[in-house]
């Protein structure tokens, strides 16, 4: 199962989120930070979940890989929508440069709260982060990563 750990992050990323949910705050948004780190093997599964035929898999060996994983079991509905488009070390999650996040309302998750994601957003960028709720193309609004600290690593050749 993933991390929430914001310690599981690149230094860098950390302290960029640090700054990210102190400014939540001063908003007066709580977060919650469900996903920091996320495993080679857990990002596969992720990425199998919409594409079973792809992949020549059934739901009942999804969830067997899934449940060796600590991940909970997926309705055929669900397991027949796409939840990612990156394939294992293709997510930022894999290096430590990237979170998913929700926004609480009366200390329980909301969802559905799209003025809070867009502050959230607008809080990222400020900090450095990039946030996925802005793409063109299969927006995540809960997630968020540093593209400035990956081009760094990748610039160096680390």
């Known amino acids: 199962m993933a991390s929430r750990k914001l ?8 302290e960029k989120t640090e700054k990210f949910l102190e400014k939540a705050k ?17 990002q596969e599964i992720l990425y199998m979940q919409g594409r079973l035929e792809q992949f020549g898999i059934t739901l009942n060996e999804l969830n067997e890989r899934r449940k060796k994983l600590g991940l909970w079991e997926l309705t055929e509905k669900e ?33 559905s709260n799209h003025k809070a ?16 709720g802005s793409w063109k193309q299969f927006r995540e609004f809960p ?13 160096r050749g680390r």
């Open 79 to 111: 397991a027949r929508r796409k939840v990612t488009n990156a394939k294992p070390w293709q997510s930022f999650h894999q290096y430590g440069l990237a979170f998913d996040c929700v926004p609480l309302a009366g200390g329980k998750p909301d969802w």
């Open 26 to 42: 001063e908003n007066g948004i709580e977060v919650l930070i469900y996903c920091t780190y996320r495993s080679p093997e857990e």
């Open 143 to 155: 997630h968020f990563q540093d593209t400035e600290t990956y081009e760094l690593i990748t610039k």
């Open 7 to 14: 310690e599981d992050l690149h230094p860098v990323t950390r």
């Open 117 to 132: 994601y867009r502050k959230l957003g607008e809080i990222a960028q400020k900090v450095g982060l990039e946030w996925a």
